[in-house]
């Protein structure tokens, strides 16, 4: 049997645990307690960003490995032997093995000083690159005149929205075969409508730069409805009385759109431009359904014939996909450059 002195002796080894315990817990509250906003915030974000680096940088580095390694067409092993940098060489010099160049570009001595190895709308890169520019500027556009007009109180108002928040609901695959359909020559009749004032050739989806303005104009219809709803959150987000008060003031319907509008919308409208311009820089669905990435390829699509097209050369593929990451991290870093101080006041 214990006796009153052992359980004297258990009951204050359990307090001296307990207050050791509180004496911790305390220390650790006193120590965030002692940080400052920033470091807080980051504290709260580590969870994300080890989860982060779990699903996204370890598989970039993975990539980025096998990008070193030599292609291996034959054997049970797809990776060769270690090669150095060569693979990025030869994606961009033109020499790599694939259906469509990444880049082939070569320098010349008089102006504009380079020459194209192979035609413009046929190079991965200057296609991505041209496609993400060109739609995230229209889709920008259409879709913070769409935001704006919503934004107003009409009548009819919920079924111009949904009207214009439809194509967005279509699915990749069927976008891409209505625009397939509608330039088919013997099916649509956008082929001989285009044909007719001259701006296409009779086939169109087989020609790449036809073919790219087809797909451009598909993507914009889809996707200014995202660029629509994300803006028109931001423009429901406006204090109303500012427009009550500038009313007051004189100032007129342009002046009150570039001092408060603007000003205020302006990091919704570029939260939106960047998911937009990643989204874009990854384009593979809609070209693949509505001409083929050996009309129209992207840089996606040299991932996906490299990996799993006939060839099987996995290394060149690794190369293309990680210098597809870094060309959307430049992208990115630009945009945190340039509109840093955007909240603050700068647009």
Do not use: H
Not at 27 to 48: K, R, T
């Amino acid at each position: 049997m214990a006796t009153d002195t052992d359980t004297d002796g258990l009951t204050g080894g359990e307090t001296g645990r307990t207050k050791d315990r509180e004496r911790t817990g305390n220390a650790v509250i006193n120590w965030m307690e002692g940080l400052s906003e920033a470091a807080y915030a980051y504290l709260l974000l580590l969870p994300a960003f080890a989860l982060l680096t779990l699903v996204a940088f370890y598989p970039m580095i993975r990539t980025f490995v096998m990008s070193l390694r030599a292609d291996q067409t034959r054997g049970m092993d797809p990776l060769g032997g270690f090669v150095g940098i060569e693979n990025y060489v030869d994606i961009l010099t033109g020499n790599a093995r694939l259906a469509r160049q990444f880049l082939d570009v070569g320098l010349t001595s008089s102006f504009p000083f380079i020459e194209l190895g192979t035609p413009f709308f046929q190079q991965a890169l200057f296609v991505t690159l041209a496609f993400a520019i060109i739609s995230v500027i229209m889709e920008t556009l259409i879709g913070f005149g769409q935001a704006y007009v919503l934004d107003q109180d009409f009548t009819g108002r919920r079924w111009v929205r949904v009207a214009i928040i439809l194509p967005w609901a279509v699915p990749i695959v069927i976008q891409g075969m209505i625009f397939f359909l509608m330039f088919q020559p013997t099916v649509g009749f956008g082929s001989d409508l285009m044909q007719s004032i001259g701006l296409f050739s009779s086939t169109p989806l087989a020609n790449s730069r036809d073919a790219f303005i087809i797909i451009l104009v598909a993507d914009i219809w889809k996707s200014s409805a995202f660029m629509a709803l994300l803006i028109l959150a931001g423009l429901q987000s406006v204090d109303r009385s500012l427009y009550d008060v500038a009313r007051v003031a004189g100032a007129s319907p342009w002046q009150r759109f570039k001092l408060i509008t603007l000003p205020l919308v302006m990091p919704a409208l570029l939260v939106a431009m960047l998911f937009r311009t990643m989204d874009a820089m990854r384009v593979f669905g809609l070209i693949e359904s509505t001409a083929g990435c050996t009309t129209v390829p992207s840089l996606t699509c040299l991932v996906v014939e490299a990996m799993f097209g006939g060839t099987r050369i996995y290394a060149t593929a690794a190369a293309v996909a990680f210098s597809t990451a870094l060309v959307i991290g430049l992208i990115i870093g630009g945009y945190i450059v340039l509109f840093r101080d955007t909240e603050g006041g700068m647009y």
